[in-house]
């Protein structure tokens, strides 16, 4: 049975969501092979596979994201979760 894993998330990016870590995110999440979005709490999923649905989203610093990630195995959607939100957070 497949489960959603949901991490929540603040950007802490003074840029917010931009282009360099939504490249490495659709990188990452294509070579993994499980289903991840991102959302606003409540707020509509942008496929974390499609760089535009990421940018269009238009997440600034301070805002709280969820990442959800579709997976059979909960230790490996939690530490894919947790390397989407390195990525959104690196400096």
Do not use: C, F, W, Y
């Not at 603040?10 to 490249?23: F, K, N, Q, S, Y």
């Not at 979005?37 to 496929?47: T, W």
């Not at 269009?56 to 990442?67: C, D, H, P, R, T």
């Amino acid at each position: 049975m497949t489960d959603n894993i949901v991490h929540t998330i603040t950007v802490e990016d003074p840029i917010g969501l931009h282009a360099r870590p939504v490249g490495q995110i659709v990188t990452l999440v294509r070579e993994s092979g499980l289903t991840v979005s991102l959302r606003r709490p409540g707020g509509p999923e942008a496929s974390a596979v499609s760089a535009l649905k990421m940018l269009a989203m238009k997440v600034k610093v301070g805002e709280s994201l969820e990442i959800v990630v579709e997976s059979d195995d909960a230790e490996e959607a939690h530490a894919l979760a947790a390397s989407v939100e390195a990525l959104i957070n690196q400096a």
